[in-house]
């Protein structure tokens, strides 16, 4: 696998279905899939329970919280310095979570800003008109009132901001993907890698998933990299 360098195109090693949990431009869908594919990567690779299930839950807290920038309009202001994954964004995987999910919830509730009413510019504009053609500007007004009223469409100036959603309606539609199901699938893998980030047994770890014996990693990597496709929608193309 390898990562792309064209910065017009997705990595060649990630494949992702129309329900990839991801919202975005180009570019940073091409940075999104560049990191999936280190800890895809990473993941196939390494040998050690407890790694497969750090790498497994970095990918996750890292989509879930890219996701919530990206809804907020903040994701194209992320960069190291700033780190608003880090810095501005709950510490925690749940909190995370929640926030997201209340995101989604409290936007639904709303409608949609309207995308198409009158423009009268700035007060300083409407004052100037009124100082120097005030009767134009009466008739501008009463005529723009009479656009909205016919169109159903607020007055300029009248818009309360707090009405209106703030998140695209493309965005809630990737949001609601995180049902109750896909819930209870990413708090399982948040409680054991909790679990590994103070335990070193790769057996004690794999029990908390489920498994036992011998191929232990091989069928904690299994699982991972079908929690991916199942919750993330990418995985690599050689399990497809």
């Not at 050690?48 to 996701?67: A, H, K, M, N, Y």
Request: glycine share 4%.
């Amino acid at each position: 696998m390898a990562k792309t360098e064209d910065k017009n195109s997705l990595p060649d090693d990630v494949e992702s279905s129309e329900n990839t949990l991801f919202y975005g431009n180009i570019s940073e869908a091409i940075n999104y899939y560049n990191t999936a594919y280190e800890y895809l990567d990473a993941i196939q690779s390494y040998q050690s329970v407890r790694l497969i299930v750090l790498e497994t839950w970095l990918l996750l807290d890292f989509t879930v919280r890219q996701l919530i920038l990206a809804g907020l309009g903040l994701s194209k202001y992320e960069n190291d310095e700033l780190n608003l994954k880090s810095n501005l964004l709950p510490r925690n995987f749940r909190g995370c979570l929640n926030l997201l999910t209340k995101l989604r919830d409290y936007n639904k509730q709303l409608p949609h800003k309207p995308e198409e009413y009158p423009f009268l510019g700035s007060l300083d504009y409407v004052s100037y008109l009124f100082e120097n053609d005030e009767e134009a500007t009466k008739k501008v007004v009463k005529l723009t009132d009479e656009y909205c009223k016919i169109n159903s469409i607020p007055k300029p100036g009248t818009i309360n901001e707090n009405d209106y959603r703030f998140v695209k309606k493309d965005w809630i539609d990737v949001a609601e993907q995180i049902d109750d199901n896909w819930q209870k699938k990413a708090k399982r893998i948040n409680t054991v890698r909790n679990y590994a980030a103070h335990s070193y047994s790769d057996k004690k770890i794999a029990s908390k998933l489920g498994y036992h014996g011998d191929s232990i990693i091989t069928q904690t990597r299994k699982h991972c990299l079908n929690m991916f496709d199942d919750l993330l929608g990418i995985k690599p193309k050689e399990n497809a």
